[in-house]
């Protein structure tokens, strides 16, 4: 049985609102430890970032997508041209790796577009989950 889109929501805003706490906490741990088995510069790193998220977090949010996106493009394109480069019966492969620039041009501008209002979506539900 569907459950009711208002049902929904107030079963989900709540459960965003704890996220976004867990996520500020997580923030205020490791900035607060300073020390990691890797040395100070991921706390420090990390620090820098929480940093960003209070002063400007729509830009924080929306460079972060973007070098995310960046990223897992890359990873998908390498791993995919390595799997089309092996042929089906075994034997030597095929040339070398081709960035598709116009591909990741396209994600990054969706991207782009996107991040910012689902950051602004976010927000406003985790206020709506801690006002209900």
């Not at 049985?1 to 997580?26: E, F, G, N, S």
């Not at 990691?36 to 510069?41: D, I, M, N, V």
């Not at 820098?48 to 995310?68: I, R």
Request: charged share 15%.
């Amino acid at each position: 049985r569907p459950v009711a889109p208002r049902r929904r929501a107030a079963l989900l805003l709540p459960l965003m609102a704890r996220a976004a706490l867990t996520a500020a906490a997580l923030c205020a741990a490791v900035a607060a430890s300073r020390e990691t088995p890797l040395g100070r510069w991921p706390a420090l790193a990390w620090g820098s970032y929480c940093a960003a998220l209070e002063a400007q977090p729509l830009l924080t949010k929306t460079v972060t997508a973007l070098v995310g996106c960046f990223l897992g493009d890359l990873l998908a394109q390498v791993l995919c041209s390595r799997a089309a480069s092996r042929p089906v019966g075994g034997g030597g492969g095929g040339g070398g790796f081709s960035y598709d620039v116009g591909r990741m041009a396209r994600l990054m501008a969706y991207t782009l577009l996107t991040s910012p209002l689902l950051a602004m979506w976010c927000v406003m539900a985790a206020g709506a989950g801690r006002a209900a």
